[in-house]
């Protein structure tokens, strides 16, 4: 009998696994369980798709169980694995068609389902059936077909990644957009004010109404309309979508005795091993290590969720391969202006016990006199006492946002903001100053 590999969840840390396994192990037995009706999808295209610019939900799949099966990798779509049974070494799996369970058993099994969208306890009505989330391509499915019903009134609860995304979308189709974030500016988890602040300026200019210090705390169902209440305010919405930030899908692990970390995602070492033997997990339902920090952390990002699916497909595979952490670089656009950040922001090196200091520089994204140079802000984190690049945060015009990668490869490097002030950057005048903002905000960090 050949092993097998069962890996639950079939996204992207659960196939990048299953299709590393394969590269290195042709023996070994793959069968993949997804409940949702496709795999290896990106999430990330989602908004786009219900904006219009992509054209048909397909493009969003990058492989289909039919690909799969040509490179011997078995996978199951509608299919839940309801438990695991870590003694017997085997898993229940529900075909979601026929409601029938049947029992699989496993040598190695990954642990890969990903995260579900918060819905917090003390939003009265938050579970109601007009109330959206977006997470699978059937809900990004669901959500066009009502975006295709508009114009109407869509009221977004959170300014996250999610919030912001969906509020381009919905203003591309017409729809008249509210969106209400308890935080002082969009993106507050990730942005330090300065930048969020101007972030929240991208988002007013793009049409939509933007309310913030704007705690929801209800949502009532009223048929075929929604009324969205808080202190102060209380909105009629057509439709209500929430992004209030996601949590690792744990439930599974938690029954079957898989050991969480302090984040309350699962716990893995730098090969993605849980602590029972033959059990790995990878993507956003386990912790990774932030690079910066050296903490745990559990960062929902599909560049996090397929590298550490690699890994975890190499060692299960019998290679050796660790992952080297994470510094959370993440960026996102409201129409023509970008938004980036990576590393710490300042509240968070200060927890994790440096000293932050901060370089700030605004511009344009090209030379000042280019025709239409577009606005642009860097922020540089570093430490007071050592010089060493903490984070970086960027918001500006198109040619913006991927500067980013600049200052994580710095500190990735574990560079200096002296340093960085320094580096060998490319110059012309349709891209950047002679000084590029980043050189800019660096050499304030440095001099702070
Ligand atoms: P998931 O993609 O959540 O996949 C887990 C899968 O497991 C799911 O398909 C689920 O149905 C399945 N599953 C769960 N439990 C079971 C079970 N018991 N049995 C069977 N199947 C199960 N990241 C970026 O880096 N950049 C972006 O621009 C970006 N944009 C995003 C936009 C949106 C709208 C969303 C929702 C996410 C975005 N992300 C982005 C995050 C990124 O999509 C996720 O980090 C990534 O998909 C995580 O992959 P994963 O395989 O760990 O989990």
């Not at 793959?30 to 949702?36: L, N």
């Not at 990954?110 to 917090?120: F, N």
């Not at 656009?333 to 440096?354: P, Q, W, Y």
Request: proline share 4%; charged share 20%; aromatic share 6%.
């Amino acid at each position: 009998m050949p092993e097998r590999l069962v890996v639950v969840g079939g996204d992207a840390a659960g196939m990048s696994a299953a299709s590393q396994a394969r590269r290195l192990r042709p023996d070994l037995e793959i069968v993949a369980f997804e409940r949702s009706s496709y795999v290896s999808y990106s999430a990330c295209g989602e908004p786009y798709y219900v904006g219009g610019l992509v054209a048909s939900i397909d493009r969003l799949v990058a492989r289909t169980p039919e690909e799969f099966a040509a490179r011997s990798i078995e996978v199951h779509i509608r299919h839940e694995v309801s438990a695991i049974d870590l003694d017997k070494r085997q898993v229940i799996v529900r075909n979601l068609q026929d409601s029938r369970s049947e029992t699989v058993g496993f040598d190695h099994l990954m642990y890969a389902t990903g995260s579900r969208p918060l819905r917090p306890d003390d939003i009265a009505g938050i579970d109601g059936p007009g109330v959206f989330g977006l997470r699978t391509l059937e809900d990004a499915v669901r959500l066009k077909q009502i975006a295709d019903q508009g114009p109407g009134h869509v009221v977004l609860v959170g300014g996250g990644y999610i919030g912001i995304e969906m509020a381009e979308a919905m203003i591309d189709r017409g729809w008249k957009v509210t969106m209400a974030t308890s935080g002082r500016h969009v993106l507050e988890r990730t942005l330090d004010d300065p930048m969020g602040e101007r972030a929240d300026r991208a988002v007013r200019d793009y049409g939509v109404e933007l309310l913030t210090e704007a705690r929801v705390t209800s949502v009532e169902d009223q048929g075929s309309q929604q009324v969205v209440s808080g202190e102060g305010f209380s909105l009629v919405a057509d439709l209500v979508v929430i992004g209030l930030g996601a949590g690792p899908e744990v439930e599974l692990a938690i029954a079957a005795g898989i050991p969480l970390g302090v984040t309350g995602a699962v716990a893995v070492d730098d090969r993605q091993a849980t602590s029972v033997p033959g059990v790995w997990s990878a993507g956003d339902c386990a912790e990774v290590r932030h690079r910066v920090s050296g903490l745990p952390v559990n960062m929902l990002l599909g560049t996090v969720a397929n590298k550490t699916g690699r890994i975890a497909g190499t060692n299960l595979a019998n290679g050796d391969a660790r992952f080297p952490g994470v510094l959370g670089t993440a960026i996102t656009r409201m129409g023509s202006t970008e938004i980036s950040r990576t590393g710490l922001k300042v509240n968070d090196a200060t927890t994790a016990g440096f000293s932050p200091v901060t370089g700030f520089a605004r511009g344009t994204v090209s030379a000042g006199y280019w025709p239409d140079a577009s606005p642009m802000a860097a922020l540089v984190i570093a430490d007071r006492n050592t010089g060493q690049l903490l984070g970086g945060q960027i918001v500006g015009g198109p040619g913006a946002g991927k500067r980013i990668d600049v200052i994580a490869t710095a500190i990735w490097a574990g560079m200096t903001a002296a340093e960085l002030a320094w580096v060998d950057l490319a110059y012309a005048p349709p891209f950047s100053g002679v000084w590029d903002l980043i050189h800019i905000a660096a050499r304030r960090a440095a001099d702070a």
